[in-house]
């Protein structure tokens, strides 16, 4: 109750030392008197005293109403912080050329849907499904751009998928990229869950020196880490073996995995080779990502103009139907008019 008090405030606060002026209806009355010769001798009339102290209050709460309207009060707003179920995701995007092709490795033609469109389209359905997430979307290629950072403000991260099937470059920089990805995670607390989702159709190598470094933020922000892997349809898996030599070079795709699985975080990789595989999932990462996340909840200004105006209102109404009801409504007629004499009928002459 203090704290609700506390929360209130007026633009023209000056004008509430005119709020005494509410007591006058304490000491005069705009009612009719009656004079009476001997008011001892009258009986007690508790109804008459019953209305005249709801007709004294009806003018202290229009005079206190209009003086609070006048002087502009409002509620201030407020940030809440209140406990959800959700997580803070950084989801990095691949955005090489191969992704503006399809599942089938072509370009796309009539209905036919690029693994860019795919993801965004079904990305977009995954943020919408979760009110209390915050998220971040970075997207790469040659080199990593934050598109928009760790958020609650789901429109603008929809917007931001929305703009991820725009064509992309040829070369893969995955590492920059888990870097920035990365450095899109806040301050949380203990308990709140971290996930780190790459959506890619492809890998580079990584260098030596670069993964120690990845490794180390790994291990200071320890994140959940999926790779959404976009597989084009006959292309190898990632935990196929190469003919030949097993190299990063020649098989990037699993030395990635095999580098995401040496880094002791909980990691998962979903292969997918359709927007139904990519849909499915997502859906998995949902499941999984259902942790408690704190998150705040703004309160906007309130105007109170309005309620002192209708509270004024009702004294008013109240006032006037009380002198309304002290109206004589048949003395307040016109008089009627005298009947005409008529020259034919000789009494009404004579009288």
């Known amino acids: 109750m203090i704290g609700a008090l506390a929360r209130l405030s007026a633009d023209r606060p000056a004008l509430l030392l005119l709020l005494p002026l509410a007591l006058l209806p304490l000491l005069t009355s705009a009612q009719r ?4 010769a001997a008011i001892a001798a009258a009986p007690a009339d508790g109804p008459s005293r019953a209305i005249g102290a709801i007709l004294r209050t009806a ?10 309207a006048l002087a502009g009060p409002y509620r201030r707003g407020e940030t809440l912080t209140r406990t959800g179920i959700g997580a803070q995701v950084s989801i990095l995007i691949d955005r090489s050329g191969s992704m503006n092709e399809t599942f089938a490795g072509r370009q796309p033609s009539g209905v036919e849907e690029s693994k860019a469109a795919a993801a965004r389209r079904l990305l977009a359905a995954f943020v919408g499904s979760r009110a209390h997430d915050q998220f971040a979307v970075t997207a790469f290629s040659t080199a990593p751009m934050l598109v928009v950072p760790m958020t609650d403000r789901h429109d603008a991260v929809r917007a931001a998928i929305a703009a991820i099937d725009r064509p992309g470059l040829d070369y893969t920089n995955i590492a920059r990229g888990l870097a920035m990805g990365l450095s899109q995670f806040g301050p949380a607390s203990p308990a709140t869950s ?8 492809g890998a580079a190598v990584i260098d ?4 120690d470094t990845l490794r180390a933020a790994f291990a200071r922000l320890r994140p959940n880490l999926y790779w959404l892997f976009l597989r084009t349809k006959g292309s190898p898996s990632i935990s196929d073996k190469p003919a030949g030599e097993d190299t990063p070079q020649a098989a990037p795709e699993r030395h990635l995995d095999l580098f995401f699985k040496s880094l002791r975080v909980p990691y998962r990789a979903f292969e997918a080779e359709g927007a139904e595989a990519v849909a499915e999932a997502i859906a998995q990462i949902d499941r999984l990502e259902r ?7 703004q309160r906007p200004r309130r ?3 309005g309620f002192a105006y209708a509270l004024s209102l009702a004294g008013l109404v109240i006032l006037v139907a009380a002198k309304l009801g002290e109206a004589d409504l048949r003395r307040t007629g016109a008089p009627a008019a005298r009947p005409r004499a008529d020259a034919s009928d000789p009494a009404r002459l004579a009288a």
């Open 33 to 36: 008197r009656v004079p009476v």
């Open 208 to 211: 030596p020196r670069v993964q």
């Open 291 to 297: 942790d408690p996340i704190p998150y705040t909840e």
């Open 59 to 68: 003018g202290i709460v229009a005079i206190a109403g209009l003086i609070l």
């Open 194 to 201: 971290r996930a780190l989702l790459l959506v890619s159709d």
């Open 303 to 305: 105007d109170l103009a």
